[in-house]
């Protein structure tokens, strides 16, 4: 039927042993097709990893706390722990900030305004090998606020009624497509995630390099709120990715400690390094001389950067 993957509800009430069975019967018409377990019991992530599956749902870690956080509930130091619950299981995780069981971020029920999800997202399409999903819609902040028939008014968008989203409407723009329907706010957020995915899906560093996490040695860094931001590099062979977020709601002026462990963790001389280049705005990076292991740099509230790091 030209379908390429399943989404597989709940699939931790069907016993591993009938997954084992079931999806390796299904690929061998086609070995292309995905098979993702919503599994919301962290304690059988393993048993399900093992089965057939590909991926699964990372919900009850990243997820939640990348909500909390966007909330104000929870700070970004936490997120530390999400991969070391997870640790040896990343490349299996499916991370995502929306689907059809969750309220849209710009929704009154979560965060008001797509935008303050884009440190979130950044995290989530380059803190590992692993795939990132993104919702209809949420590329254009559909805010998932209809009073649909069965679902009513929930931030949700109903999969349960004939329902469309004025969003997806004003894109599809009667089937010419673009962006002549949505606003100055849906375009820039469109080439946001636009620039994130093409990004992400590009770099070896982040498609298939190494992870090292920098806030354990930014703790005790007064230019720099474990609260509010997160940062971590990315690298493969000679290409290093530096990864900083800000989930504060004003700009902020920072400066991140990059220790030598660092540096002899990814094989690389930090002298070798001499310039830096943002990925998201294509902007290069005012790179000190004398470099002794701190980047400073302006964060704009909600915002981050993808920094590649050169050697020429």
Not at 85 to 99: A, I, P, T
Not at 124 to 152: C, H
Request: hydrophobic share 40%; with cysteine.
């Amino acid at each position: 039927k030209g379908i390429d993957g399943f989404r597989c509800d709940m699939a931790e009430m069907v016993p591993v042993e009938f997954w084992n069975w079931v999806i390796p019967q299904v690929k061998k018409k086609n070995k292309s097709l995905l098979f993702i377990a919503e599994v919301y019991n962290p304690a059988l992530y393993h048993s399900y990893s093992q089965a057939e599956f590909d991926y699964l749902y990372d919900k009850v870690d990243l997820y939640d706390t990348l909500r909390d956080i966007i909330c104000d509930r929870r700070p970004t130091s936490d997120i530390t722990f999400c991969w070391q619950r997870v640790d040896g299981l990343q490349e299996k995780m499916l991370n995502f900030l929306e689907n059809h069981d969750e309220q849209r971020i710009a929704s009154d029920y979560f965060a008001h305004d797509p935008q303050k999800a884009i440190p979130a997202m950044i995290i989530a399409a380059t803190m590992n090998t692993n795939p990132v999903m993104i919702y209809f819609g949420q590329e254009l902040g559909e805010r998932g606020m209809d009073k649909e028939g069965f679902s009513g008014q929930d931030g949700r968008t109903s999969i349960f009624d004939y329902w469309s989203v004025s969003s997806i409407r004003n894109w599809r723009n009667g089937g010419s497509f673009g962006v002549k329907g949505l606003d100055a706010q849906q375009v820039k957020l469109r080439q946001f995630y636009t620039q994130l995915i093409k990004t992400s899906s590009e770099e070896r560093a982040i498609t298939e390099g190494i992870f090292y996490d920098l806030m354990y040695c930014n703790y005790e860094n007064k230019e720099f709120d474990s609260t509010k931001q997160f940062a971590f590099l990315r690298s493969y062979k000679k290409e290093v990715i530096f990864v900083v977020t800000n989930f504060s709601d004003r700009a902020e002026e920072i400066s991140v400690n990059i220790p030598v462990e660092a540096f002899v963790y990814i094989n690389l001389a930090p002298a070798k390094i001499k310039k830096a280049t943002d990925l998201l705005s294509k902007k290069e990076i005012p790179f000190p001389k004398n470099w002794v292991g701190y980047m400073n740099l302006k964060l704009e509230a909600h915002s981050g950067k993808i920094i590649k790091f050169s050697l020429s």
